[in-house]
C-alpha cells in the first residue's frame, strides 16, 4: 500500500508569507502527527488530529494550525513566516490502538528567506 | 505531558563493537515505545519497539529493554556496521496517540 505522502517536497517562501503543507496518510490511518525538525533540535511535536479533530498540540506559537478532513488527509498552515520556521516538516500517520506505529513521510523542507 | 529524555546525545564506536542508547520517560501511563533511525537526508522508520507487557525484544542485532518500575528503556546493537550510522530517536506513547520523541543520538560507526 502507499506510504505517507507529503507534497510539496520543498518550498521557499519570504518573511511575512504563509505557507500550507499537505499530508496523505497511509490508507484507513485516522491519526496524523505533525513534527518539525531543525538541526539539533530532534522531533518537535506539532498536533495531532484524529477524525477531523485536533487531539493533542505542542508549544508552538498561534501561527502554526492544521486541520485534517473526513478522508484523513491533513494540511498545515504557518502564517507570518519567520526566518526560524525554516526547518524540515514530517508528518506521521498510525492507526489508533496500542502499539500503532508511526509512519513518517518524506518531510517538506521549507526555506524562508 | 509527557517528557522523554534521551542519552547520549552522540555515540561513535569501532565497527563490531556494541552501542547503547537510553531513554526515559515521564508518565507512566506510557506503553508503547518504538524506536526510529533516521539516515542523513531521509525520513525516520521503525527499527524496533516494544509494549508494555514486555521487558525485553529482539530483532537480529538489535534488542530494546525495557524497565517500567524505573520509567526508562534502551537501544541495543551489537556487532555494529557502518551503515548502522544514523540518528537514533526513541519516543513513548500511549496507545499509540501522542508520540513524544527524544532529542535523538547520532551514532557513528567508525571502520
Known amino acids: 500500500k502507499a506510504g505517507v505522502t507529503q507534497t510539496p517536497r520543498y518550498l521557499i517562501k519570504t518573511r511575512g508569507q504563509q505557507v500550507t503543507l499537505s499530508c496523505s496518510p497511509i490508507s484507513g490511518h485516522r491519526s496524523v502527527s505533525w513534527y518539525q525538525q531543525t538541526p539539533g533540535q530532534g522531533l518537535q511535536f506539532l498536533f495531532e488530529?484524529?477524525?477531523?479533530?485536533?487531539?493533542n498540540k505542542g508549544n508552538f506559537p498561534g501561527r502554526f494550525s492544521g486541520r485534517q478532513f473526513s478522508n484523513s488527509r491533513s494540511e498545515m498552515n504557518v502564517s507570518t513566516l519567520e526566518l526560524g520556521d525554516s526547518a524540515l516538516y514530517l508528518c506521521?500517520?498510525?492507526?489508533?490502538?496500542?502499539?500503532?506505529?508511526?509512519?513518517f513521510g518524506q518531510g517538506t523542507r521549507l526555506t524562508v528567506v | 505531558g509527557e517528557n522523554v529524555e534521551q542519552h547520549p546525545s552522540t555515540l561513535s564506536v569501532q565497527e563490531g563493537d556494541s552501542a547503547v542508547i537510553k531513554c526515559t520517560y515521564s508518565?507512566?501511563?506510557?506503553?508503547?515505545f518504538p524506536w526510529y533511525k533516521q539516515e542523513l537526508g531521509k525520513r525516520p522508520q521503525l527499527i524496533i519497539d516494544i509494549r508494555s507487557n514486555v521487558g525485553e525484544k529482539k530483532d537480529q542485532r538489535i534488542a530494546v529493554t525495557l524497565n517500567k518500575t524505573a520509567k526508562h528503556f534502551s537501544l541495543h546493537i551489537t556487532e555494529t556496521q557502518p551503515e548502522d550510522s544514523a540518528v537514533y530517536f526513541c519516543a513513548a506513547s500511549i496507545d499509540g496517540q501522542n508520540f513524544v520523541f527524544g532529542p535523538g543520538t547520532r551514532l557513528s560507526v567508525l571502520p
Open positions: 488530529y484524529f477524525s477531523e479533530t485536533q487531539r
Open positions: 508518565d507512566s501511563a506510557s506503553n508503547y
Open positions: 506521521a500517520s498510525s492507526l489508533v490502538g496500542q502499539g500503532a506505529e508511526a509512519f
